[in-house]
């Protein structure tokens, strides 16, 4: 069931007279097991709510409606269905004591899949959650899959569970499911020979598996005991070969690239990352592969628009990433980035290898700004912070805005957009 968090005024459910903290139990005889459960449900235009009220009172709601209209009730937030495997890279594991909550959180959640395109693994779904997800044509979502040969997939899992993930891939898109795929490409472990049959057996399921992205396994000082270790620049280089063989087929086949290399492993491998046209309406944004070519476009829009010709402007950011903003100052030459400097942040909270702008904290941050300067203004990226202002550390926006003395600090998403302000 379901408890209402708010309603909506001038809605049905106000009408009704329902209030926050009522549970919805079922609809039209179907038991509402959380808030996508109740969206499917609701959309019937004859409706037998069965609802259970604050004071322990049941009712049982007769109503009629247009099939588009809604009740008018925002659920509260589902419980996470939280993952049981135990990977060889955990992310989590590689998280220090201290951060953001969110941080540790092992989500596995199909809901959250749907809804914001985060990877799951499939491994805590049985039949009916598949059936289910078929039914209501929770579309797309995204799936870590790793590997496809059943023993390799669930020795990365680290679970005796999982091995069947062709088996179900199959059933959502004969289903009508269509699916974003992933490998997080551990060298000795999913590489090499492993990679390519993951790519063909994927590729074999047809048209509904809409894309295939390949990360790098990403380890901080935390996790660094894990029987996995980073790729080395010929490996990366190896695995952004076996994607373009598989593009290359893709793009006479279907017409787009289909394959594609995460970001991180062309910056591991020492290549310039791809132009737009390689990552075709850029699906996987949020997921690291294209951001930084969109980051980039945006930065060679600023210079080209003179925002950092005359004002001193630090741009603070992880050190791979500062080598690419200098190479495209370095191109657009002097003139356009006379009053730029790139200050590359060492994250020594989660250790040198881990360089996400997401990630950097506040203290470091801080420590960037005081070992340099002057300047005009000092930008960084908005994911540094939370919705509360705060680092992942704690540090707070305000002690970066002391550090920064009579600087503006902006916190943005474009660099245009920003320094125009």
């Given at each position: 069931?379901?408890t209402?968090?708010?309603?909506?005024?001038g809605?049905?459910?106000?009408?009704?007279e329902?209030?926050?903290?009522?549970?919805?139990?079922?609809?039209?005889g179907?038991?509402?097991?959380d808030?996508?459960?109740f969206?499917?449900?609701?959309?019937?235009?004859?409706?037998d709510?069965e609802?259970?009220?604050?004071?322990?009172g049941r009712l049982?709601?007769?109503i009629?409606?247009?099939?588009?209209?809604?009740?008018g009730?925002?659920?509260?937030?589902?419980?996470?269905?939280?993952c049981?495997n135990?990977c060889v890279?955990?992310?989590?594991?590689?998280?220090p004591?201290?951060v953001?909550?969110?941080?540790?959180?092992r989500?596995?959640?199909?809901?959250?899949s749907?809804?914001?395109?985060?990877?799951?693994?499939?491994?805590?779904l049985g039949?009916?959650?598949?059936?289910?997800?078929?039914?209501q044509?929770?579309s797309p979502?995204?799936?870590?899959?790793?590997?496809?040969?059943?023993w390799?997939?669930e020795?990365?899992?680290?679970v005796a569970?999982g091995g069947?993930?062709?088996e179900r891939?199959?059933?959502?898109?004969?289903?009508?499911?269509?699916v974003?795929?992933?490998?997080?490409?551990?060298?000795?472990?999913?590489?090499?020979?492993?990679?390519?049959?993951?790519v063909e057996?994927l590729?074999?399921?047809?048209?509904?598996v809409?894309?295939?992205?390949?990360v790098?396994?990403?380890?901080?000082?935390?996790?660094?005991h894990?029987?996995?270790?980073?790729?080395?620049?010929?490996?990366?280089d190896?695995?952004?070969?076996?994607?373009?063989?598989?593009?290359?087929?893709?793009?006479?086949?279907?017409?787009?690239?289909?394959?594609?290399?995460?970001?991180?492993?062309?910056?591991?491998?020492?290549?310039?990352v791809?132009?737009?046209?390689?990552?075709d309406d850029e699906p996987l944004?949020e997921?690291?592969?294209?951001?930084v070519?969109?980051?980039?476009?945006?930065?060679?829009?600023?210079?080209?628009?003179?925002?950092f010709?005359e004002?001193g402007?630090?741009v603070l950011t992880?050190?791979?990433?500062a080598?690419?903003?200098?190479?495209?100052?370095?191109r657009?030459?002097?003139?356009?980035?006379g009053?730029?400097?790139?200050?590359?942040?060492p994250?020594?909270?989660?250790g040198?290898?881990?360089?996400?702008?997401g990630l950097?904290t506040?203290?470091?941050?801080?420590?960037?700004?005081?070992?340099?300067?002057?300047f005009?203004?000092?930008?960084?990226?908005?994911?540094?912070?939370?919705?509360?202002?705060v680092?992942?550390?704690?540090?707070?926006?305000?002690?970066?805005e002391?550090a920064?003395?009579?600087?503006?600090?902006?916190?943005a998403?474009s660099f245009s957009?920003a320094l125009?302000?």
């Amino acid at each position: 069931m379901i408890t209402i968090e708010s309603i909506n005024p001038g809605s049905i459910a106000e009408a009704l007279e329902l209030r926050v903290g009522t549970r919805i139990v079922r609809i039209n005889g179907e038991v509402v097991r959380d808030g996508i459960d109740f969206r499917f449900l609701e959309a019937d235009p004859r409706l037998d709510v069965e609802v259970s009220e604050p004071d322990g009172g049941r009712l049982l709601l007769e109503i009629e409606k247009d099939a588009a209209e809604l009740l008018g009730i925002v659920p509260a937030p589902d419980p996470v269905r939280e993952c049981a495997n135990k990977c060889v890279f955990c992310f989590i594991d590689g998280n220090p004591a201290g951060v953001r909550r969110s941080l540790y959180l092992r989500d596995d959640d199909f809901r959250l899949s749907f809804a914001y395109g985060s990877y799951v693994t499939l491994t805590n779904l049985g039949p009916r959650g598949i059936a289910r997800l078929i039914e209501q044509r929770l579309s797309p979502l995204y799936v870590s899959v790793h590997a496809t040969e059943p023993w390799v997939r669930e020795r990365i899992l680290g679970v005796a569970r999982g091995g069947d993930v062709m088996e179900r891939l199959a059933q959502l898109v004969e289903g009508g499911v269509d699916v974003h795929t992933q490998v997080v490409l551990c060298p000795g472990w999913n590489d090499g020979p492993h990679l390519d049959r993951t790519v063909e057996d994927l590729w074999g399921l047809g048209e509904r598996v809409r894309s295939l992205s390949v990360v790098p396994v990403g380890l901080t000082r935390h996790n660094a005991h894990r029987p996995v270790r980073p790729l080395s620049p010929a490996e990366a280089d190896a695995g952004i070969a076996a994607v373009e063989a598989a593009r290359a087929r893709a793009s006479g086949a279907r017409g787009f690239g289909w394959a594609y290399a995460g970001d991180e492993l062309y910056l591991i491998a020492g290549r310039p990352v791809p132009a737009s046209a390689y990552y075709d309406d850029e699906p996987l944004l949020e997921n690291g592969v294209g951001a930084v070519r969109a980051t980039t476009r945006d930065f060679e829009a600023a210079l080209a628009a003179g925002a950092f010709r005359e004002r001193g402007v630090a741009v603070l950011t992880g050190a791979r990433m500062a080598g690419v903003f200098r190479d495209a100052a370095e191109r657009a030459g002097p003139g356009a980035a006379g009053g730029l400097r790139v200050l590359p942040v060492p994250n020594r909270l989660f250790g040198a290898e881990v360089t996400a702008a997401g990630l950097m904290t506040g203290r470091d941050a801080v420590d960037a700004l005081r070992a340099s300067g002057p300047f005009d203004a000092v930008l960084l990226p908005s994911t540094t912070l939370n919705g509360d202002g705060v680092f992942i550390d704690d540090v707070t926006r305000e002690e970066v805005e002391r550090a920064a003395g009579s600087a503006r600090v902006l916190f943005a998403d474009s660099f245009s957009d920003a320094l125009a302000a």
